[in-house]
């Protein structure tokens, strides 16, 4: 997901800051809520920190280059994955990158 952020920042398509890519209206579900403001859900998240040094290590990682998921923009949980609307994607644990 960091690396989406990253594609995304770089394609300078959805914004010129990390903050911007995140917080771009519609891009991210829980983000904002229906008034464009930050979810209370989303805010609290951020209060609590990383879920785990994995999540930490992976940010880091994207950060510092390190991209395994190529140019992709988008991501949907495998569960709702439209597989045969992409022409590529990649599966990461239970993330399809598009």
């Known amino acids: 997901v960091a690396n989406v952020v990253l594609n ?3 394609s300078g398509y ?3 800051t990390i ?3 995140v917080y771009a209206k519609g891009q991210f579900s829980g983000v904002l809520d229906s008034n464009g ?3 209370t859900r989303f805010a609290a998240r951020l ?3 990383p879920r785990s040094s994995d999540n930490m ?3 880091l990682e994207a950060l510092s280059g390190k991209n395994n998921i190529g140019g992709f923009f988008s991501f949907r949980g495998v569960h709702i994955a439209d597989f045969a609307s992409y022409s590529q ?3 990461i644990g239970n993330h399809c990158f598009f």
């Open 8 to 10: 995304r920042l770089r």
């Open 14 to 16: 959805y914004g010129d």
């Open 19 to 21: 903050q911007d890519v």
């Open 37 to 39: 403001n930050i979810s």
């Open 47 to 49: 209060k609590e920190g």
């Open 57 to 59: 290590k992976a940010a």
């Open 89 to 91: 994607y990649t599966v």
